[in-house]
């Protein structure tokens, strides 16, 4: 019997692995940018504070000095209307005591212009209406002076023109008083009409 070839049944050749590529690591990358400064509204509250009620009671009294000045001129009106002196009654007294003293006007004017408007201690609100108080009474008695120049007219046409004037004159000084007075009793700046800013430029 012929030999026999020993087969043998040997495993399939194994082939080296080929190692399989593993996918790329995918990195993250968070890119953070500067954040811009984030703009904040600033809403600013203006607080309007009170005016003391000092500086409320020297600029209302400051306007009693052209009102009693403006006194000259309601002569007519109280022999035309006696009616009319009711309404400032309680003033008379303190203006036959006021004109009564020797220079009187001239030592208030400059008491009220030196020692309130040129006062840099007191607040601007009391200067202001003190400058104010100073321009009316400087206009009220430019009309006096240029009587005094000219003479007074005693008849005719121009004693009704002088007295239309004196109407005229102390209505708008009565106007004047009585608005300025409210404004400082509730402590508001009376603003005048050309006087205001006449004031506002001397200070």
Partial sequence: MASLTLLRFSP???FPRVPTPSP????????????????RSTTVCMVRSPVPASDRLIS????????????HYVSFLFA?????AATIAPILPLAAAYRSVPYAAFVAFF??????????????YVRFNSMQ????DVLLALPALFQRVFGTPSRGV?????EMGY????????????YSMFSCVLGRTPNLPIVAAAADRQL
Wanted: hydrophobic share 55%; with cysteine; glycine share 2%.
């Fill in 12 to 14: 399939p050749p194994r």
């Fill in 24 to 39: 790329p690591a995918t990195s993250l990358r968070l890119c953070l940018r500067p954040s811009l400064p984030v703009r």
């Fill in 60 to 71: 209302a009294l400051a306007y009693t000095l052209p009102f009693i000045d403006s006194l």
């Fill in 80 to 84: 035309r209307v006696p009616a009319a």
């Fill in 111 to 124: 008491a009220l212009y030196l020692g309130v408007v040129r006062n840099p201690s007191l607040s601007r």
């Fill in 133 to 136: 108080a100073v321009v009316l």
């Fill in 158 to 162: 121009g004693f009704r023109v002088m």
């Fill in 167 to 178: 109407h005229a004159i102390f209505a708008f000084s009565f106007a004047c008083f009585v």
